[in-house]
Every structure is written in C-alpha cells, then in structure tokens.
Nanobody
C-alpha cells in the first residue's frame, strides 16, 4: 500500500527557511509529476510549485525566486526548499503525487499536510 509522508513544516520568523519533504512509501512503478499546494482557512488550495518526472519545474508567481522544488527519484522523494519566508506563506502545505502503480494504473495521491507558520 502506498503512503505519502510529509515532513519539514514548523514555525519560523520572517526571512527564515524551511525544507519540506514528501516521501512515497510503498512499491510503485514510476513517480510522475509531483506538486506542492498550500491552503489557509477559508480559502481554496493553491498551487505553489510542481516538478515533472523529468525535472521540469513550475512555480506560482508569489514564490518565484524564493522556493525551489527538487526531486530524488531513487528515494521517491520531492523537496520544497522555502527561503525568505513571509507571514503570508503561513499555510498547510500538501504534496500531490502522480504515480504509476506496479499494475500499470495511474494514481493521484494527496499527502496529509504539514503546517508552516511564519511570524513577523
């Protein structure tokens, strides 16, 4: 059974850094696109950054130049390095994973979320 384990959230001051990790536990065939989203109370989940199977990246305008998404396919892990954090980055961050199962089925899975709090 496949599980996603997110970690790395926490509380930092403005200008600080955090690195989020999203680990895929379990046996899969291939790890495809992975995206990071965030959500604040009363608002819809919004895309923060994404990385394709081949490493192509995309970023929301509000994190460009501050956040970096990377992946380690051997470890089935995707990272989100967050620098120059601002109070408005405070949210629950979720990873969304697309993968191909060992039976050849395409799956989409959400992580449980990790809280990031940035204080001024």
């Amino acid at each position: 059974q496949v599980q996603l384990v997110e970690s790395g959230g926490g509380s930092v001051q403005t200008g600080g850094s955090l690195r989020l990790s999203c680990v895929v536990n379990g046996t899969i065939f291939t790890l495809n696109d992975v995206d990071w989203y965030r959500q604040t109370p009363g608002n819809q989940r919004e895309l923060v950054a994404g990385i394709s199977e081949r490493g192509a990246t995309k970023y929301a305008d509000f994190v460009k130049g501050r956040f970096t998404i990377t992946r380690d396919n051997a470890k089935k892990t995707v990272y989100l390095q967050m620098n120059s954090l601002r109070p408005e980055d405070t949210a629950v961050y979720y990873c969304n994973v697309h993968y191909e199962s060992t039976l050849g089925r395409l799956r989409n899975y959400w992580g449980q979320g990790t809280q990031v709090t940035v204080s001024s």
